[in-house]
């Protein structure tokens, strides 16, 4: 059965950092590309990042970008994300999720999805 476990989540100041952590198992994804959604509470699900299989290609939100750094790690089958300087409006469910495709550069294609992990930014 594959399973996508996040991890890292909590609470912590605007300006603070968080690292999350999806642990994959049942399968390995180091073909495949990783990527990060969020959902805030009332709005849809949203790309926040993205990395090919190899880690040599990654993709960012505008609201992220220089501020959120997606890593992976093929050999833990494991996928990382930093977020820096974090703000309240970064408040959201942090998902990931694996893609059927190698590229980072995708828009479809997420099969396979965790179960979430909250982030929360107080002010």
């Known amino acids: 059965q594959v399973q996508l476990v996040e991890s890292g989540g909590g609470l912590v100041q605007a300006g603070g950092s968080l690292r999350l952590s999806c642990a994959a198992s049942?399968?390995?994804?180091?073909?495949?590309?990783m990527g990060w959604f969020r959902q805030a509470p009332g709005k849809e699900r949203a790309f926040v990042a993205s990395?090919?299989?190899?880690?040599?290609?990654?993709s960012y939100a505008d609201s992220v970008k220089d501020r959120f750094t997606i890593s992976r790690d093929n050999a833990k089958n494991t996928v990382y994300l930093q977020m820096n300087s974090l703000k309240p409006e970064d408040t959201a469910v942090y998902y990931c999720?694996?893609?059927?495709?190698?590229?980072?550069?995708?828009?479809?294609?997420?099969?396979?999805w965790g179960q979430g992990t909250q982030v929360t930014v107080s002010s």
């Open positions: 049942g399968r390995t994804f180091s073909s495949n590309a």
């Open positions: 990395i090919s299989w190899s880690g040599g290609s990654t």
């Open positions: 999720a694996a893609n059927t495709r190698p590229s980072a550069a995708v828009q479809t294609g997420w099969l396979y």
